[in-house]
């Protein structure tokens, strides 16, 4: 591990508690959330608090930054624009203001605009997505994550910090699995949440999936790698969760074929997602250790 002591921001959350358990291992973690955060050092605050975010970096040679409105429905936009943007705003002020070497930060898929079906949709321009590919947001949450990846790369630009964008696509924590399963026995009347999940199974058109471990995996390597400057990083299981293809669902849906820029990907393995994980394999070393598409049978 390059960094001694890691700040993971959103420590208490979901995806904290596995990222927690990811780094422990391998370097010293300590956490900021709005509750307390078990068996390592923490501080309790608002990412909207510049002060409690500036107390917080003190003494850190790395950042995850997690903490955030995780999606549409976490609250009103104006409320996803001010945690996760000013949230991210104070978070690398802070930091660059400690002398923190690096900041990992948590985007999504969104950006690319193809994702939340509530939304305006807009179709990829070429397969599979790449970090060149237009980022095209059309609501609160996925602009709130491009504009998170703007500001670091302009922190990047300025020339103290170092900042990974991870973006991940639907995390499938345990307490999702139940809507995966009702949406894959009913998934032309699935209108979720109709298990008991706090939310509607997600992943887009596709049923992107990708298992916490392996996002916290993402974010343990995105520490580890000696990158500098700024780069962007899909993370995503190998496989989707849809019946169908890939290419065969995808032109279903859209009605028209989409320009394939690499047909191997989809000739190798027909359910590969619609995201390029070439990158995250190159850069980071990383490639994803679950594939839960026993899910389906687990549903018929």
């Known amino acids: 591990m390059r960094f001694g002591r890691v700040l993971v921001t959103g420590s208490a959350g979901l995806l904290g508690r596995y990222v927690i358990a990811e780094l422990k291992p391998h370097c010293e973690p300590c956490g900021f959330d709005l509750t307390p955060t078990e068996a390592?050092?923490?501080?309790?605050?608002?990412?909207?608090?510049?002060?409690?975010?500036?107390?917080?970096?003190k003494g850190v040679d790395a950042v995850v930054h997690i903490a955030a409105?995780?999606?549409i429905w976490a609250g009103p936009p104006s409320r996803i624009m001010s945690v996760n943007v000013m949230g991210t705003?104070?978070?690398?002020?802070?930091?660059?203001?400690?002398?923190?070497?690096?900041?990992?930060?948590?985007?999504?898929d969104s950006v690319v605009g193809f994702t939340v079906r509530e939304g305006r949709m807009i179709p990829p321009s070429y397969l599979p997505i790449d970090e060149h590919h237009p980022l095209r947001p059309t609501d609160a949450y996925a602009l709130s994550k491009k504009l998170v990846e703007e500001m670091g790369r302009s922190f990047v630009n300025r020339g103290k910090l170092e900042v990974l964008a991870v973006r991940p696509v639907y995390i499938l924590y345990p307490e999702m699995e139940c809507e995966v399963l009702?949406?894959?026995?009913?998934?032309?009347?699935?209108?979720?949440?109709?298990?008991?999940?706090r939310q509607p199974a997600g992943g887009g058109?596709?049923?992107h999936y990708v298992d916490p471990r392996d996002v916290a995996r993402a974010f343990r390597r995105a520490l580890e790698?000696?990158?500098?400057?700024?780069?962007?990083?899909?993370i995503s299981a190998a496989t989707?969760?849809?019946?169908?293809p890939t290419l065969e669902r995808l032109s279903t849906f859209l009605g028209r074929p989409t320009e394939v820029r690499r047909p191997k990907v989809y000739s190798s393995n027909p359910y590969a997602p619609l995201y390029d994980l070439s990158r995250a394999r190159d850069v980071l070393g990383f490639e994803p250790s679950h594939d839960r598409r026993d899910l389906l049978n687990a549903a018929m």
């Open 182 to 197: 009702a949406r894959a026995q009913d998934p032309n009347g699935y209108k979720g949440p109709a298990a008991g999940g």
């Open 69 to 71: 409105m995780p999606n």
């Open 240 to 244: 989707t969760l849809a019946p169908e």
């Open 205 to 207: 058109p596709a049923w």
């Open 225 to 234: 790698v000696p990158q500098m400057g700024f780069d962007v990083f899909f």
């Open 40 to 57: 390592i050092p923490y501080s309790v605050g608002d990412m909207t608090d510049a002060r409690a975010v500036r107390n917080a970096c």
């Open 89 to 108: 705003w104070n978070l690398l002020n802070a930091a660059e203001e400690a002398g923190v070497k690096r900041v990992v930060v948590t985007s999504s």
